[in-house]
């Protein structure tokens, strides 16, 4: 049996993100710059950014106000209905500026703590996915007018990992892309091939959908794998960080059962957890 907290809660997720990447595809501003910067000259903000996230955060006042949020940009509240909201405006931030088409906006909802909803909606790719905890993941929209077709996603079978195309992605800060590069090239020769998207939130989702046998980062925050590791996991995908460890900031890792045990194996051993 469905619970109405929980559809309510995926019914709001999905209008914000729906409204949020209307406004971030449709209103682009041609001469768009970089807003500010964060921990370091290459981590920007964009005007886009703080807009998305006022639109967004306006959105959940309006429909739930007792709720709490945890937004990249800044925003934070604590509420007091145990929902708490974890939100990207975009994340891919670099790739929106260049004008790339691989940006997101992510949004989950978490329950007690636990995360219950992710949502992420990539508008270039016109595409969006869902998740319920323990109700699948889906690439399409339910209900309303704007009702798609739905897919139950699901992960590809596991590969061998010298056969695994792997996705990743790449800090901010010199000393951490040094260590990260370390990591590149001793894996590099261990797989098939390493992909760079630019949007962890898109690569959690392509772990999901089977475009990506496999996924790890260091150094992600929570709004940006919060809804992508949901996805991921109801699509059939293992998530963690190092053995026996939750995805987390140190290490996110995703992959199918068979793939994921070694991946994570290896990128422990070769310290990617570790600047």
């Known amino acids: 049996m469905t619970d109405p907290l929980t559809t309510e809660l995926l019914d709001v997720a999905l209008e914000a993100a729906r409204r949020a990447g209307e406004l971030l595809r ?45 937004g990249e940009e800044g925003a934070s509240t604590e509420g007091s209905s145990g929902v708490r909201w974890v939100i990207d405006p975009i994340d891919g931030t670099v790739n929106y500026l260049y004008g790339l088409p691989s940006w997101a906006v992510s949004i989950a909802a978490e329950r007690d703590g636990e995360t219950v909803v992710g949502v992420v909606t ?23 007018e704007r009702e798609e077709p739905r897919e139950r996603l699901r992960c590809r079978p596991a590969p061998a990992l010298d056969q695994a195309l792997v996705g990743t992605g790449f800090g901010y800060r ?43 980062e260091r150094g992600l925050n929570p709004w940006d794998f919060a809804a992508g590791v949901l996805i991921a996991r109801e699509a059939g995908a293992l998530t963690g960080g190092r053995p026996g460890v939750p995805a987390s900031g140190e290490l996110t890792v995703a992959a199918p059962p068979g793939l994921f045990e070694p991946l994570q194996r290896l990128l422990d051993e070769l310290g990617a957890w570790h600047d």
């Open 174 to 216: 010199t000393e951490r892309r040094v260590g990260q590069a370390e990591v590149v090239r001793a894996l590099l020769p261990t797989v098939r091939d390493i992909r760079r998207g630019g949007s962890a939130a898109i690569d959690l989702c392509d772990v999901a959908c089977g475009r990506l046998d496999g996924y790890y």
């Open 26 to 70: 449709d209103g682009r501003p041609a001469d768009l710059g970089v807003a500010a910067t964060k921990t370091s000259p290459i981590d920007v903000v964009t005007e886009m950014d703080l807009a998305a996230e006022k639109l967004i955060t306006d959105f959940l006042a309006e429909r739930r106000p007792d709720d709490g949020v945890l």
């Open 122 to 144: 990539a508008p270039m790719r016109r595409e969006t996915y869902h998740a319920v905890l323990g109700g699948g993941a889906y690439l399409g929209v339910p209900g309303g």
